[in-house]
């Protein structure tokens, strides 16, 4: 399963708005994330284990953060 997400962004933290209906295959959910793409809103693909596949960037899980040493520097 696949659904489109809306990536927002803000001085402190890179996360997922707003996400889209879920779809039985990723070409679909390909698809729909070219044509938001196109109308000018950044978006990535979700797989159900929560890890987001935008391109460019590694894969991330916003559902489980990967905290690293940088996470805990005060």
């Known amino acids: 399963m696949w659904?489109?997400?809306f990536i927002t962004c803000s001085p402190l933290r890179l996360g997922s708005g707003d996400r889209g209906p879920?779809?039985?295959?990723?070409?679909?959910a390909e698809r729909w994330a070219d044509w938001f793409r196109a109308q000018g809103y950044r978006v990535a693909i979700?797989?159900?284990?929560?890890?987001?596949?935008?391109?460019?960037q590694p894969v991330r899980n916003l559902a489980r953060p990967r905290f690293t040493q940088a996470s805990f520097a005060g």
């Open 3 to 5: 659904r489109v997400c």
């Open 22 to 28: 879920w779809h039985a295959d990723r070409a679909s």
């Open 46 to 56: 979700e797989d159900k284990h929560g890890d987001v596949h935008e391109p460019g």
